[in-house]
């Protein structure tokens, strides 16, 4: 999609529009362009609730457009966002003054205290979290009250911000347990918080839990210097190569019986059953496992969290056989399969594909992920 065809379909009418969802895609669109045409458009349509709710929708993926140009004439128009009553809009504009990075003036500062205060809990999250991000300070301890509140993602926001801005790190144990939550929601909060909270001594731990490798790898680039030591590098590569093998799970299951049992556990949304059925793979007899494998990607491959455990799993058990995984992935231009690039980065590196090489460094040029940054760069140094 052009821009100029962007800048069009968000002043159209939605009832003219066969596709409605085309306007809010024009939206994101724009948040990659430059121009102040652009830039004028999203302001518009950033501009005021709607009741329709495609249109609403293209407010909010607006505001998160306004995120990325981080033009600080648009302030006017977040402001105005964080006082609507569609609680997502509030949330994409709250996520848009972190991404702008800079101090907050006591407008700003009042506005969130009191969505901290009134604000449901997922408001009151998302609104510490813009303090602990841009570190600013809370003189009225508004934000340390909310380390008695019952819901826990509140809680655990409120005390990252203790740790990274009062520098409280009695607390940090408090996070650590988290991580051995049941409830996978809880878990992700506890990494996220962590990778606030920003003290690499956590790093062991976050790398170890059975949650989604690309939400670990965010939190722990976040706490870790630019320089770093051995053993951080070391832990961050293992965490890289996700060896289900390395994890710990809260969880006690039953081995799978047959393929679906398996196929079932893969595409669970709770990456920790997710784990647990490649585990289970690596006891299953060696002359069927390739063709087992290779069924579950034929069947079920689209899935991005299969898509992704099938990367994991023919690089860690040395599959040479169905090295053609490995290859399309690398290659593989849809985002959601992202994190496939990084398991198949490293499935070159074990598989001996050193005709990917080429490949490899083109990821490591025009790839701005730094998990993949990262491991590309590995990955050739040991090639």
């Known amino acids: 999609m052009g821009e100029q065809q962007a800048i069009e379909l968000l002043s ?8 409605p969802g085309i306007k809010y895609i024009a939206a994101t669109r724009l948040g990659a362009c430059s121009s102040r045409d652009s830039l004028d458009a999203l302001v518009v349509a950033a501009t005021g609730d709607r009741d329709n709710i495609f ?29 609507s009553r569609d609680e997502q809009t509030i949330v994409n504009a709250v996520d848009t003054l972190i991404n702008f990075g800079i101090p907050l003036d006591t407008q700003f500062k009042s506005t969130l205290f009191k969505i901290i205060e009134d604000g449901s809990d997922i408001l009151k999250r998302v609104a510490i979290q813009c303090f602990t991000r841009l570190e ?7 934000i340390h009250q909310q380390q008695n509140n019952q819901n826990l993602l509140v809680k655990g926001a409120s005390i990252a911000y203790s740790i990274r801005v009062e520098g409280d790190k009695s607390k940090l144990h408090l996070l650590a347990n988290q991580l051995k939550d049941t409830n996978v929601i809880y878990r992700r909060s506890s990494v996220i918080d962590i990778g606030d909270a920003g003290d690499p001594s956590l790093l062991p731990i976050i790398s170890k839990v059975a949650v989604s490798m690309p939400l670990r790898a965010k939190s722990a680039f976040k706490i870790i210097p630019k320089t770093k030591t051995e053993s951080q590098r ?21 081995a799978p019986s047959d393929l679906q049992e398996v196929c079932d556990l893969l595409r669970h949304r709770d990456e920790e059953h997710q784990y647990f059925a490649a585990k289970s793979l690596f006891s299953w007899p060696g002359s069927t496992l390739a063709d087992s494998i290779k069924s579950i990607w034929e069947n079920h491959g689209s899935d991005y969290g299969v898509h992704y455990q099938v990367n994991c799993l023919v690089s860690q058990l040395d599959l040479k056989e169905l090295s053609f995984i490995t290859k399309e992935s690398l290659l593989e231009p849809a985002p959601q399969y992202a994190k496939s690039k990084i398991a198949a980065t490293w499935g070159c590196l074990k598989l001996g594909l050193l005709e990917c090489r080429a490949e490899i460094e083109n990821l490591l040029m025009t790839s701005t992920w730094e998990p993949l940054r990262w491991t590309c760069a590995e990955v050739l140094r040991k090639m």
Do not use: H, W
């Not at 070391?234 to 969880?251: K, V």
């Open 55 to 83: 249109d609403a929708i293209t407010r909010r993926k607006s505001i998160e457009a306004l995120g990325r140009r981080r033009d600080l004439s648009t302030l006017p128009t977040i402001y105005d966002a964080m006082r």
């Open 234 to 254: 070391i832990l961050i590569n293992q965490m890289l190569q996700d060896d289900s093998r390395n994890l710990f799970l809260t969880q006690d299951f039953n």
């Open 12 to 19: 159209k009418n939605i009832r003219t529009l066969d596709n």
């Open 136 to 142: 600013m300070d809370d003189s009225y301890g508004i």
